[in-house]
């Protein structure tokens, strides 16, 4: 085990070659982030994604690669999602170069597009906040909400 490797495990706690917001820069990390929720729903979609990514940040006053690694906000960061050892990947999909823009320019996205949505889900899940709730928004697979 060479130094990196000994610093990598003993005091991060993580493995060479295991993804980590720390391996990323803040760009990668949104751009990752709007990949891994919504690459598969198209521009709108990953538009929609990194304007509640922008909602969010400017709610919690935190930059917004922080609002995407915040504990258990976006799945793909979650210490137990099966994506997280892949996301470095997600950089070179064909979808990467529209997500890169996305997230050079979060802060000056038109979130209205959203309804200044904080949250979303996609239809598949119904998470314990979502209850009772109307969606101000559907986009493709996902329901967007302005919760507070």
Same mark, same amino acid.
């Given at each position: 085990?060479?130094?990196?490797?000994? @610093?990598? !495990? #003993?005091?991060? $706690?993580? /493995?060479? $070659?295991?993804?980590? %917001?720390?391996?990323?820069?803040?760009?990668? @990390?949104?751009?990752?982030?709007?990949?891994?929720? %919504?690459?598969?729903? #198209?521009?709108? #979609?990953?538009?929609? !994604?990194?304007?509640?990514? %922008?909602?969010?940040?400017?709610?919690?006053?935190?930059?917004?690669?922080?609002?995407?690694?915040?504990? +258990?906000?976006?799945?793909? +960061?979650?210490?137990?999602?099966?994506?997280?050892?892949?996301?470095?990947?997600?950089?070179? !999909?064909?979808? %990467?170069?529209?997500?890169?823009? /996305?997230? /050079?320019?979060?802060?000056? /996205?038109?979130?209205?597009?959203? $309804?200044?949505?904080?949250?979303?889900?996609?239809?598949?899940?119904?998470?314990? +906040?979502?209850? $009772?709730?109307?969606?101000?928004?559907?986009? #493709?697979?996902?329901?967007?909400?302005?919760?507070?």
């Amino acid at each position: 085990m060479n130094l990196k490797t000994i @610093i990598l !495990v #003993g005091i991060l $706690g993580i /493995l060479p $070659g295991k993804a980590c %917001a720390a391996n990323h820069t803040p760009e990668e @990390i949104v751009a990752i982030t709007i990949l891994a929720e %919504a690459r598969g729903e #198209g521009e709108q #979609g990953m538009y929609a !994604v990194a304007c509640v990514i %922008a909602q969010r940040s400017i709610e919690r006053k935190l930059a917004p690669d922080k609002v995407c690694t915040q504990k +258990w906000q976006f799945s793909c +960061w979650n210490p137990n999602d099966p994506q997280k050892s892949k996301l470095r990947r997600l950089l070179s !999909v064909s979808q %990467a170069k529209y997500a890169k823009r /996305l997230a /050079l320019n979060i802060m000056n /996205l038109d979130r209205s597009i959203v $309804g200044f949505a904080n949250h979303y889900h996609t239809h598949r899940v119904k998470p314990y +906040w979502s209850k $009772g709730k109307t969606p101000v928004k559907v986009i #493709g697979n996902h329901r967007f909400f302005k919760l507070k």
